[in-house]
């Protein structure tokens, strides 16, 4: 593998890329037919997975897209977060609700910051 290859791979993997996942590594990630459940729902259960095992913050990305096409509202996705919170703890759930918000298009670190700089 030259340089340029690996590059690519690590970009690709990083983006959790699923067209790469499936024809390099045989990775099928589509199992929403099989599954029996509405668009929705899958959607965000994969989500729930994510959150559950501390996933990548692109990975929060490529399961936020598709729950929103799906018609679920932002509501929902933080809900599902809410929902797990008792199975993945605190700890994780503190963890990924930064992600989670960047993924959604809020930075909330950065309205924390804010916040703290207000009140000095």
């Known amino acids: 593998m030259d340089t ?5 791979t690590l970009r690709r993997l990083a983006l959790s890329d699923e067209r790469f996942m499936e024809t390099e590594l045989g990775m099928g990630l ?5 599954s029996q459940l509405d668009a929705k729902t899958y959607a965000l259960v994969r989500l729930s997975a994510a959150l559950a095992i501390d996933a990548a913050p692109s990975s929060y990305h490529s399961a936020v897209e598709p729950a929103l096409a ?3 509202s932002i509501d929902e996705i ?3 977060l809410i929902a797990v ?4 703890g605190m700890a994780r759930v503190v963890s990924a609700a930064p992600e989670l918000a960047l993924a959604l298009g809020y930075d ?5 910051e804010v916040r703290e700089g207000e009140e000095r």
């Open 108 to 112: 909330v670190e950065g309205a924390i």
């Open 78 to 80: 933080v809900g599902t």
């Open 85 to 88: 919170a008792p199975t993945i």
């Open 30 to 34: 589509d199992t929403a037919d099989i």
């Open 4 to 8: 340029a290859d690996y590059r690519d």
């Open 70 to 72: 799906a018609g679920a």
